[in-house]
């Protein structure tokens, strides 16, 4: 069975820092691309960023581009996310998610809170 | 980047009612489309995926179409459990990936 499991959420002050894990197992990590998406309070999904199956390749929309870094250890089948530089808009619900085209499997998301 | 325009943001229907979601594209996806379920208090889930391809365990009631710019999730007989937001989301531009504003999904 297909599992991930995030952690490291959390209130943070705007302009900190904070690092997420995802912990997954079930499947072969190593073969697939991963990618965190995040949700605000009663608001749609947003997709954060996206790494290849070697970690060589990342990708990262304009919002968070120069502020989050996300990278991936095969060897322990995990997942993370590094976010510099808060803002209250990051405020959310974190999800880490496999890609295969589309997000075939999230996990049940993780809490950020930016503020002061 | 693609913009995915979802319409309606909110739909009231009556349990065994058909009900049609809509999702555009700005450009050419290429059925590179997928629809997600997301139950209050829940996770997203994989609904549908390649436009028209039912994820593994989602019941027959189900189905997605459509092509180029113009996409369509359509849920036949509509049950309580079906009370959820859906999402379209395009994965032509795997650089940049895009979601649709939500549709929520209610009962009359």
């Known amino acids: 069975e297909v599992q991930l499991v995030e952690s490291g959420g959390g209130l943070v002050q705007p302009g900190r820092s904070l690092k997420l894990s995802c912990a997954a197992s079930g499947f072969t990590f190593s073969n697939y691309y991963m990618a965190w998406v995040r949700q605000a309070p009663k608001k749609g999904l947003e997709w954060v960023a996206t790494?290849?199956?070697?970690?060589?390749?990342?990708y990262y929309p304009d919002s968070v581009k120069g502020r989050f870094t996300i990278s991936r250890d095969n060897a322990k089948s995990s997942l993370y996310l590094q976010m510099n530089s808060l803002k209250s808009e990051d405020t959310a619900t974190y999800y880490c998610?496999?890609?295969?085209?589309?997000?075939?499997?999230w996990g049940q998301g993780v809490m950020v809170t930016v503020s002061s | 980047d693609i913009q995915m325009t979802q319409s309606p943001a909110s739909l009231s229907a009556s349990l065994g009612e058909t009900v049609t979601i809509e999702c555009r594209a700005s450009e050419d996806i290429y059925s590179n489309l997928a629809w997600y379920q997301q139950k209050p208090g829940n996770s997203p889930q994989l609904l549908i995926y390649?436009?028209?391809s039912l994820a593994d365990g989602v019941p027959s009631r189900f189905s997605g179409s459509g092509s180029g710019t113009q996409y369509s999730l359509k849920i036949n007989s509509l049950q309580s459990e079906d009370v959820a937001s859906y999402f379209c989301?395009?994965?032509?531009?795997?650089?940049?990936?895009?979601f649709g504003s939500g549709t929520k999904l209610e009962i009359k």
């Open positions: 989301q395009q994965y032509n531009n795997y650089r940049a990936l895009t």
């Open positions: 390649d436009a028209n």
């Open positions: 998610a496999r890609l295969a085209g589309s997000f075939d499997y």
């Open positions: 790494i290849s199956t070697s970690g060589s390749r990342t």
